[in-house]
């Protein structure tokens, strides 16, 4: 489905840097209203700043998105504020890496709850408001990790991929009911997994040799939106080595293995 963000009101979570800030200020200049969260309020005062100097309608709420009763609040303050909502940008994450072997199980833990439970949840109490919105959309920021997963980060990709699998089955429970699902799957992007790790141990991972900016991821996303794509990879070496291991599984495997990375 089509749309245009003019107007729209959106709730963007993970908002005060990265991909999600660079979503807002987009958004905003595409004539958007905007609900936004995170947990830096300083980063989110200096956003809304950004924001209304472009005329742009929004405000925030300040919390963990892991909370029940700050995803309760932003729903409240979405039908007090705007009477409803017609896009939800589940963007909040963050990343671990190190061994499996010598993690904890609350580093596995944490991250299922910010990158797989926190946004299906607060999909759940979303989608009765969405229903009754303009041409609604769920917007899931996932990883290219979601279709390859790679050494150094077995349960950032495990989180990943489960909010992929959700994102298909919800995206086919919806339908008919007129809400796309739009799946964003970045590869590396500059400053986020280094800014939202909360534990490392052992070899910092490999990076990629092409690495795109939060705005570019942005403005990816926000196109997928404007044209209601089911999903998109904004990066050709994560789309490469996605189709080589659709070709070719064990020469995916000799890859990652050897240089870590996607």
């Known amino acids: 489905m089509r749309r245009k963000l003019d107007g729209l009101r959106m709730l963007i979570t993970g908002a005060s840097s990265g991909i999600g800030r660079s979503m807002a200020i987009l958004a905003a200049e595409a004539g958007a209203k905007l609900l936004l969260t995170a947990r830096r309020e300083d980063r989110l005062e200096e956003l809304l700043g950004v924001l209304h100097a472009k005329g742009c309608d929004a405000r925030y709420v300040v919390g963990d998105i892991t909370d029940p009763a700050h ?27 190190g061994s499996f072997e010598d993690a904890t199980p609350e580093r596995l833990r944490t991250l299922m709850e910010v990158n797989f439970f926190a946004p299906v949840e607060l999909t759940r109490l979303v989608l009765p408001i969405l229903e009754k919105g303009t041409t609604p959309a769920v917007c899931n920021i996932s990883s290219v990790l979601a279709h390859r997963a790679v050494p150094g980060k077995s349960e950032y990709c495990a989180s990943k991929f489960a909010l992929h699998g959700f994102s298909d089955a919800l995206r086919a429970e919806v339908s008919s009911k007129g809400i796309d699902v739009i799946l964003v799957s970045p590869s590396t992007t500059s400053s986020e997994f280094a800014a939202a790790v909360i534990e490392k141990r052992g070899k910092v991972p490999a990076k990629g040799k092409f690495v795109r900016t939060p705005h570019n991821v942005a403005v990816a996303a926000l196109r997928a939106i404007r044209l209601g794509r089911h999903e998109i990879i904004p990066s050709k070496t994560g789309f490469a080595m996605i189709l080589l291991d659709r070709l070719c599984p064990s020469l995916a495997d000799w890859a990652v293995a050897k240089f870590g990375y996607v």
Do not use: I, T
């Open 71 to 97: 995803r309760q609040r932003l729903v409240e303050r979405a039908e007090s504020d705007f009477r409803g909502l017609d896009v939800l940008v589940n963007n909040a994450g963050v990343g671990a890496y």
